[in-house]
């Protein structure tokens, strides 16, 4: 089945994780609300996806995560208190999350049984349709239009659309790795898929990271897949499935992304992101990076 360009129109977001990496700052406070700079990691995901034409957007939340939706909800109270201090720059922020929030739609996990039982929930939503997902706690610089090329690609290829990422080998172990032979510049045809391999065993070092764009035929495949890696039911198992098949909705294509991406979910990764975000903050950029080279002169230019 082969869309029209343009015409993937719904992102699933799982933001159930337990964010175990992160504790204790995520113990009360869901990691994908940690602030990078001045917005959550999380607004700036919903940006990248609605800049990327993804107008429906569903997050697949759990216990614990109920300010998320609040962040998306209109704070009249708030705006409020800052239109009648004339404060209209800190208003329009406040408003600016209500506005993304009217085509955001949430459903429950129940469970935090792995990504692929996140994205199965999301079944009744999209329907029988292509659909990205974004991981809720990796960011893709803003400047750096993976999604969109994603897209097209699935426009192009028809399948399901992986974004990848050389890593080094030593750190296989974090991600899902793939088998890939190359296709073009920046494409890849991916033949296997291994979840968090030892480094020795990793087929290649393409890290899968954040960014999906899906077949629907992947809920077939995620309802037979058995939990896997660390006991649970992972996305990758169930992309294999579809790279190995035949017929519609099979194949699997990589994007392999080469641009800025910061994973917040990691403490050393999130000050990484914090630090590059402040640095070309339009308001706060100046005065940080002045504040940077002080501190450590020796550092190249931003
Ligand atoms: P991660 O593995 O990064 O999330 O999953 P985690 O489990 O919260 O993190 P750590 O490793 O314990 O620190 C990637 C994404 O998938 C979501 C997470 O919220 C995150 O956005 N996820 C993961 C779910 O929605 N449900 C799950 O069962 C697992």
């Not at 290829?157 to 793939?178: F, N, T």
């Not at 519609?248 to 992304?257: C, W």
């Amino acid at each position: 089945m082969t869309q029209r360009a343009g015409s993937i129109r719904k992102a699933v977001i799982p933001v159930a994780g337990l964010g175990t990496r992160f504790v204790p700052a995520t113990k009360a406070v869901p990691k994908e609300l940690l602030p990078v700079v001045d917005r959550p990691a999380i607004e700036y995901i919903v940006e990248e996806a609605v800049r990327a034409g993804c107008t429906d957007v569903l997050m697949v939340t759990g216990r614990g995560k109920g300010a998320i939706e609040d962040h998306f909800d209109q704070a009249p109270e708030l705006q409020g208190a800052l239109e009648a201090k004339g404060d209209d720059q800190r208003a329009g922020r406040v408003g600016r999350s209500s506005e993304l929030g009217r085509d955001v739609h949430f459903v429950r996990q129940g469970e935090a049984l792995g990504l692929g039982h996140a994205v199965l929930r999301g079944r009744a939503h999209v329907g029988d349709e292509p659909f990205a997902v974004l991981l809720g706690d990796d960011m893709i610089d803003e400047e750096d239009r993976l999604l969109e090329r994603m897209l097209q690609v699935q426009t192009e290829r028809g399948g399901s659309v992986v974004a990848l990422m050389e890593v080094p080998p030593e750190h296989a172990d974090r991600y899902g790795c793939a088998e890939a032979t190359p296709l073009g510049e920046d494409l890849v045809q991916v033949t296997g898929l291994v979840e968090k391999p030892a480094p020795e065993e990793a087929p290649s070092n393409l890290a899968v990271i954040g960014r999906y764009v899906l077949h629907p035929r992947i809920f077939e495949e995620l309802e037979r897949t058995q939990p896997g890696k660390g006991g649970e039911i992972q996305l990758t198992d169930a992309m294999l499935a579809l790279a190995n098949a035949d017929g519609d909705g099979a194949g699997v294509t990589g994007v392999v992304f080469r641009g800025r991406r910061y994973d917040t979910g990691d403490r050393l990764e999130y000050l990484k992101a914090v630090v590059q975000l402040g640095e070309r903050h339009p308001e706060l950029g100046e005065d940080f990076r002045a504040w940077l080279q002080d501190r450590v002169p020796a550092r190249g230019p931003a």
